[in-house]
């Protein structure tokens, strides 16, 4: 078995662990589990730590664990949160569930013969019949308020800024996770609890439930990955429209793999090896050969195309290369044409948006494109000059006559029109 601390360790992805983990994990192959609350129905790259942890377990000979919390969903953890979550329905959550699970398939084997196979579970099958009067009988007597109370997640809450302060529902949140490990390590054998490091304080209130329970000969452990930031501080995965997701819907397969093209050299050197599965000589090639000429942006290109195909897929990657290539490269009607809506609207948002009237088809180009409060001309007597000097293109192909009639043949996706004036003046029309 490889040494599964050492390939968080070179990889950039441990944070802290409790003592005698490494050891455990090179004597025995070991259940692991990490968890996720399903309070949307996709992950987002937030998540994407995590999950390659279970990655390299499971690739190190270890044994996965997912466990999506449709208990705990419905209460929240405080960890890091300033105020308390809207609590979700049980419809809501098994649908959240189902679709993290498809998304998670393609990082872990969850379908082999290996005794290390993937693991998916969920705390609500059996939290959902445990009683209160049980759970204070079982759980509550051996963990003290004061310990609770000296969780750091706990003090942040009291004494920050929200006026609600932490409810109780809240703050039995970490014995609810701390029980998780208790019955996994008594029902499969899980002995290790993975998860990022602002977690640390639930996931050790895990171990100390179980010595409590079983005693201190009982062999439980942590490990934590770190939060991931930017090189400048800020959070990992946000952008100014909000994270960047793994479902399609949420975030296009074009707009996933430029979030990945466009981080910083720095930020790029430490991605590849937290975000692929490349070993440490690829990647240590890449970085050099990165260094030599900064300009290619090979280490983004990999970076993106890498977490792109194991995310989405092959076609998906191909889809999105050849998107960015119809705004920043050579590309035909046919290729802008095979965009989908989401896409289309995502290569061209940062572009001019202009809207007309779907009666004003059958008109003339010039007539068109040259609309009062329209920047796509100045003039009608420059665009004539431009068209007469091939400098204008349709949809990616050449104007050839200022009077050419434009009608509902023209439009992309039934509705819209991509006007370019020059090599890098783009403007999206839309019919309406």
């Not at 003290?144 to 809450?157: F, G």
Request: with cysteine; charged share 25%; glycine share 8%.
């Amino acid at each position: 078995m490889k040494n599964f601390v050492e390939e968080l360790k070179w990889r950039g992805m441990l944070a802290q662990m409790t003592p005698g983990t490494e050891e455990f994990l090179m004597e025995n192959m070991v259940s692991a589990y990490l968890g996720t609350d399903p309070t949307a129905d996709s992950l987002h790259i937030g998540h994407l730590c995590g999950i390659m942890m279970l990655r390299h377990l499971q690739r190190c000979g270890h044994k996965p664990y997912l466990l999506v919390g449709g208990a705990t969903g419905m209460i929240g953890d405080p960890s890091g949160k300033s105020q308390e979550r809207n609590l979700l329905d049980a419809e809501t959550l098994y649908h959240n569930q189902e679709a993290i699970k498809s998304q998670v398939a393609k990082f872990l084997d969850f379908d082999g013969d290996e005794p290390n196979k993937a693991e998916l579970v969920n705390n609500y099958d059996w939290m959902k019949d445990f009683s209160f009067l049980d759970f204070a009988r079982v759980v509550g007597k051996h963990i003290t308020v004061n310990y609770m109370m000296a969780k750091e997640s706990v003090q942040q809450r009291l004494n920050g800024t929200s006026r609600d302060g932490l409810s109780f529902t809240e703050f039995t949140y970490q014995l609810l996770q701390g029980y998780d490990f208790l019955y996994q390590y008594q029902k499969y054998g899980v002995r290790l609890q993975l998860g990022g490091n602002d977690q640390w304080g639930n996931m050790t209130t895990g171990t100390e439930l179980i010595r409590r329970t079983l005693g201190s000969e009982a062999q439980a452990y942590c490990l934590t990955c770190p939060l991931i930031t930017k090189a400048d501080g800020k959070k990992f995965g946000k952008t100014e429209s909000g994270n960047v997701w793994l479902d399609r819907n949420r975030t296009t397969p074009y707009a996933f793999y430029q979030f990945w093209l466009n981080v910083s050299d720095d930020d790029a050197e430490r991605y590849i090896k937290i975000f692929t599965s490349l070993d440490r000589e690829t990647i240590e090639g890449l970085v050099a050969e990165h260094k030599q000429d900064p300009g290619r942006r090979m280490l983004q290109r990999r970076l993106a195309e890498e977490v792109t195909v194991m995310v989405h897929s092959k076609e998906d990657l191909d889809m999105a290369i050849a998107a960015s290539n119809i705004l920043f490269g050579k590309a035909t009607k046919d290729q802008l044409a095979q965009l989908d809506e989401a896409t289309l609207n995502d290569v061209f948002k940062d572009v001019p948006h202009y809207e007309l009237p779907k009666e004003l088809l059958g008109g003339k180009a010039i007539d068109l494109f040259c609309q009062d409060g329209w920047d796509v001309f100045p003039s009608k007597g420059e665009m004539r000059k431009m068209v007469k000097g091939n400098g204008v293109s349709l949809n990616k192909e050449k104007l050839t006559a200022f009077d050419q009639v434009i009608t509902s043949d023209d439009l992309i996706d039934g509705k819209y029109l991509l006007v370019q004036r020059g090599k890098k003046n783009y403007y999206l029309i839309t019919v309406k």
